[in-house]
């Protein structure tokens, strides 16, 4: 019998939470402030709307990834394999759960190892930043990075999650300056993430001028990780905490806009609330490179590989009558179509 330490139990709750408790922040994410200029003589082919790219060396047929969910558990292989099947035939980007549980646990490691599935996709590791503080340093980053063959790793940030976690761990002190180091050593670019609260320019700055490569900004709007740890909470004083910070967090169209603002050369990923193609839309129109969406996937994925590819199938097609619609024949015309603020 494999064993289950405290990470791996952790992510086994938090799947069982995500898929059956109300999670969602009362912050929107922002998008719905935005809206494009309706083109009624578009001149272009629908059938003929050009979604692909190259993002860190790989080619991707639509700027869509499934975004870092899960791992670290048995529960965890089936959903993570199905994902990535889904992904390899759909030709778009995915990033794995946090590989923690499997640095400690190396049996564990197969939960993650998804490149068997999924040859050919732009596949993330990741690990949290705040690791780094508490023993981890390039050994680790680069286990997580070979255990999946992964083309980036991420190191995501989750300060308030930890805060009323627990088990949290609460000593950011130096982190900025161990990410540094990360980014230097790694052979692969470095991603930061944060995981539903969003990052702001001044943030955003900081880490450009220390390497990182891309940022998922994660913004609010979707799900509220401090609700996920309200459920999990053994208090109910811990609840009450938890639940205090619902509507924290930057709206992810504000945090897209002030990063792209202060630092147009920074590579931006979208997420944080998206829930279709014409999110998607608006996030690339806004500066995004991509849209990342977690909770849509692991709904579909808890079915079926193909309800998870007809999941991917509608937001792809979403998006291209999005573009269609506002008259842009790909991804570089749609980065300079320009949006409405209601």
């Known amino acids: 019998m494999k064993k289950v330490t405290h990470t791996s139990s952790r992510k086994i709750e938090h799947i069982?939470?995500?898929?059956?408790?109300?999670?969602?922040?009362?912050?929107?994410?922002?998008?719905?402030?935005?809206?494009?200029?309706?083109e009624a003589l578009p001149e272009i082919n629908l059938n003929e709307i050009d979604l692909s790219q190259n993002l860190f060396g790989r080619?991707?047929?639509?700027?869509?990834?499934?975004?870092?969910?899960?791992?670290?558990?048995d529960e965890a292989k089936d959903i993570n394999f199905i994902l990535a099947e889904a992904a390899e035939e759909m030709g778009i980007a995915m990033g794995v759960g946090s590989q923690r549980a499997a640095i400690e646990e190396p049996s564990l490691a197969p939960t993650?190892?998804?490149?068997?599935?999924?040859?050919?996709?732009l596949l993330f590791a990741n690990l949290g930043a705040i690791q780094l503080n508490y023993g981890y340093?390039?050994?680790?980053?680069?286990?997580a990075v070979d255990m999946i063959e992964a083309?980036?790793?991420?190191?995501?940030l989750n300060p308030l999650q930890e805060a009323v976690q627990p088990e949290g761990d609460v000593n950011w002190h130096g982190i900025l300056n161990k990410i540094e180091i990360i980014c230097k050593k790694m052979p692969?670019?470095?991603?930061?993430?944060e995981v539903g609260w969003g990052i702001s320019a001044k943030t955003a700055k900081k880490l450009s001028e220390i390497g990182i490569q891309a940022i998922d900004v994660a913004g609010a709007g979707g799900t509220s990780w401090s609700q996920v740890e309200m459920y999990r909470a053994k208090s109910e004083n811990?609840?009450?905490i938890a639940e205090t910070f619902i509507g924290w967090g930057i709206p992810t169209a504000d945090s897209i806009k002030q990063i792209r603002e202060s630092l147009p050369e920074m590579k931006?990923?979208?997420s944080g609330g998206l829930r279709s193609g014409l999110d998607i839309a608006k996030c690339i129109a806004l500066g995004a490179s991509m849209g990342g969406m977690a909770g849509p996937f692991l709904k579909a994925a808890i079915k079926s590989t193909s309800a998870t590819v007809q999941e991917i199938s509608n937001i792809q097609r979403t998006l291209q009558i999005s573009m269609f619609a506002a008259g842009a024949k790909d991804l570089s015309v749609l980065q300079k179509t320009p949006l409405i603020k209601q």
């Open 59 to 73: 080619a991707v047929s639509a700027p869509i990834l499934i975004s870092s969910m899960t791992g670290g558990a």
């Open 268 to 270: 931006v990923i979208a």
């Open 137 to 143: 340093g390039i050994d680790e980053c680069q286990k």
């Open 188 to 193: 692969v670019p470095v991603i930061i993430k």
């Open 238 to 240: 811990l609840a009450r």
């Open 112 to 121: 993650f190892n998804v490149r068997s599935v999924a040859p050919n996709i």
């Open 16 to 38: 069982d939470i995500n898929l059956n408790k109300d999670v969602a922040s009362t912050n929107t994410n922002g998008l719905d402030k935005f809206q494009f200029v309706h």
């Open 151 to 156: 083309d980036a790793l991420i190191l995501h």
